[in-house]
């Protein structure tokens, strides 16, 4: 179950994302309650398309660790990993995928649980009040 320190990261983290002219998305990763790597994207500093914050996560945590097989890790992100994240993920093993916001303008959920979610409403709202702010500023 996603935790109030971890949303707290991750809105951190997208929030330094959106300062620096990134789409704020960020990912945490976590292993036996410890957290091993935390990115957010980085598409447009470095140029590259495969910078997203989950393959990011991803990649670092695999170095820490010395393996692909990633699947005694839990992966927290603020947005639905896209189709190329969900297609890494599954090849990294990652069972348990949690998520802010399923996409912008939708109701609030948490992937995999739906338990105590409420108290993590505020946090949500601003995430999602950033990623409004980003995209209409991208027009």
């Known amino acids: 179950m996603i935790d109030e320190d971890i949303v707290k990261m991750l809105i951190k ?7 620096k002219g990134e ?5 945490v990763m976590v292993q036996k309650n410890k957290i091993i790597s935390k990115k957010y994207n980085l598409k447009e500093k470095t140029k590259d398309i495969m910078a997203h914050a989950e393959i990011l996560c ?14 005694d890790c839990d992966l927290y992100v603020t947005l639905k990993p896209c189709n ?12 348990n995928v ?5 996409k912008l303008d939708y109701k609030h959920e948490f992937s995999k649980t739906n338990s105590s979610q409420m108290k993590y409403n505020s946090s949500i709202d601003t995430y999602q ?11």
């Open 58 to 71: 991803i990649r670092e945590t695999a170095k820490k660790l010395k393996r692909w097989n990633l699947s």
């Open 98 to 102: 949690y998520y802010l916001l399923d």
């Open 23 to 27: 789409i704020p998305v960020s990912a």
């Open 13 to 19: 983290l997208a929030t330094q994302a959106y300062k």
């Open 129 to 139: 009040q950033l990623l409004s702010d980003f995209f209409q500023n991208m027009r």
């Open 84 to 95: 190329m994240c969900m297609e890494v993920i599954k090849q990294s093993r990652i069972q």
